[in-house]
């Protein structure tokens, strides 16, 4: 280990960031605005009033503010599981014998057990100053229901969460963190919504989809007086929050005066991408330093590496605002044999955007190289780490391969976002060799991607 580098770099309670970053203020190709699903013009804050906490519509709508003051509660609450730790991964750096620095911050250190809570307890805080009642979402895996019904229960708010009926009856676990806080979780499609009643019928017997558990929480959120609809990824608010991520890694390398070459995260909808990167890339935007940023997506839902740069739906049910994103089409269901997590059939629009004017790369990589390389993080680094963060573990290991071969001395940073306790299914396919991998052929992206919205933008 080397001398002058701790194992972990902590920060101290001073040293915490007190503002968001927003990088939308320093990109000069801002992302494109958000549509109105009802007359496809750009929204307006009234229009989303109905739908989403006032604050965080002024969030999601301002795209030159750099810093957004932190309230103190929420810099309080941070201070239960943060600073996350940016650990240097000396024992994976000598089993890959690289001459690569290895850095990840992670995210799992608290029950939610990913970076998903950065955001859930900033939403919440902001449905509650508004005097709401409560929030509804859906959760897929169960990441995003159980951070938010943390973070419900810190406020006192109500919390139902819509759980994607396959993760429902294949997660109790999560699902029962979640009641544990006091949230109500309802298997979706149900029949307590009109979208959910409508999918049963033209869908008997399936087993659910995040675009369809979204519709659901938003029609219960417009339905009931008091209610909010708060969501854990690809919007631009999220992103803001969890640049939380971002600014205690830059904060803890430019004390040791580490700089990253290379940054990478797995990309879902983008949340923790963006939020790890959003510091580095203002620097890179204002020309003042440069970095390599690479998300990494699953082989079977490639929305950046395959998708196409279009106006779409962020939900099945046409009912949320649409965005000029990375997409596959809203209609696009990754294949049932997809065991990785990050099954979102688009991507942040800062992220398209950045990705778009090539500020940022992307790569796809197949589930069970991402196992392979989640079993071996596992093994010497000590951490299990969710199938999910796995994909930049893959991607981190394969650039520090290639350092192995040009001797190149890069340091790598990238984002560890979350445990993998609750995804042992996954690991037992892995563990029992019965994992396969799909990748969905040009045919079947091209049909979904053919029912994208004609829109001119
Ligand atoms: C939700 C989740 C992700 C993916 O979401 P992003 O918004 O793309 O960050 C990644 N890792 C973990 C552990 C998650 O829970």
């Not at 109905?50 to 750099?66: N, R, S």
């Not at 957004?68 to 750096?93: G, H, N, V």
């Not at 900033?122 to 229901?145: F, R």
């Not at 649409?322 to 990050?342: C, D, E, R, V, W």
Request: hydrophobic share 35%; charged share 25%; with cysteine.
């Amino acid at each position: 280990m080397e001398k002058n580098i701790p194992y972990k770099i902590y920060l101290e309670e001073s040293e915490l960031p007190k503002q968001w970053y927003n990088v939308r203020a320093d990109m000069k190709n801002k992302p494109a605005p958000i549509l109105n699903p009802a007359t496809l013009k750009p929204v307006t804050k009234d229009d989303l009033k109905p739908v989403f906490c006032d604050d965080l519509i002024d969030q999601e709508l301002d795209d030159t503010t750099p810093y957004f003051d932190i309230p103190q509660e929420i810099q309080d609450f941070y201070k239960m599981y943060r600073p996350s730790p940016l650990i240097r991964a000396y024992f994976l750096e000598k089993a890959l014998n690289t001459p690569a620095k290895i850095y990840y911050k992670f995210e799992g250190n608290n029950t939610s057990g990913s970076h998903k809570l950065n955001s859930a307890i900033a939403q919440a805080y902001y449905a509650k100053k508004q005097g709401l009642k409560g929030v509804t979402t859906e959760t897929g895996a169960g990441q995003w229901g159980t951070a938010l019904s943390m973070a419900c229960s810190f406020f006192d708010l109500d919390c139902k969460v819509y759980m994607v009926k396959v993760s429902y009856e294949q997660k109790p676990f999560r699902r029962e963190v979640m009641r544990t806080y006091g949230a109500s979780v309802t298997p979706s499609p149900s029949e307590t919504t009109e979208i959910g009643r409508k999918i049963l019928q033209e869908f008997p017997g399936t087993t659910g989809s995040l675009g369809c558990a979204i519709s659901e929480a938003v029609e219960d959120a417009v339905s009931h007086e008091g209610y909010r609809y708060v969501l854990g990824s690809v919007l631009s608010q999220v992103l803001l929050h969890q640049s939380v991520i971002g600014l205690e890694a830059k904060t803890a390398m430019d004390k040791y005066g580490i700089k990253p070459d290379i940054i990478i995260g797995c990309a879902g909808g983008g949340s923790n991408l963006g939020g790890l990167i959003s510091p580095f890339m203002g620097e890179k935007l204002r020309g003042e330093a440069d970095y390599r940023f690479i998300a990494v997506e699953p082989a079977s839902c490639p929305s950046l590496t395959r998708g196409k740069f279009a106006y779409d739906f962020c939900d099945t049910g046409k009912v949320c605002p649409l965005q000029k994103m990375y997409t596959l089409g809203s209609g696009f269901i990754p294949s049932a044999n997809h065991a990785g997590g990050l099954r979102y059939h688009g991507m942040s629009a800062i992220l398209s955007q950045l990705y778009d004017d090539h500020l940022m790369e992307a790569v796809s990589v197949e589930q069970t190289e991402v196992f392979r390389a989640a079993e071996l993080f596992a093994r010497v680094e000590g951490t299990l780490p969710a199938p999910e963060s796995s994909h930049a573990i893959k991607a981190a290991i394969d650039e520090a391969l290639k350092c192995k071969e040009t001797g190149e001395e890069k340091t790598i940073l990238f984002g560890l976002t979350g445990t993998g306790y609750f995804d042992m299914m996954a690991y037992q396919k892995y563990n029992d060799g019965v994992m396969s991998d799909y990748i969905p052929t040009d045919e079947e992206i091209a049909k979904s991607v053919a029912k994208l919205p004609q829109i001119n933008g």
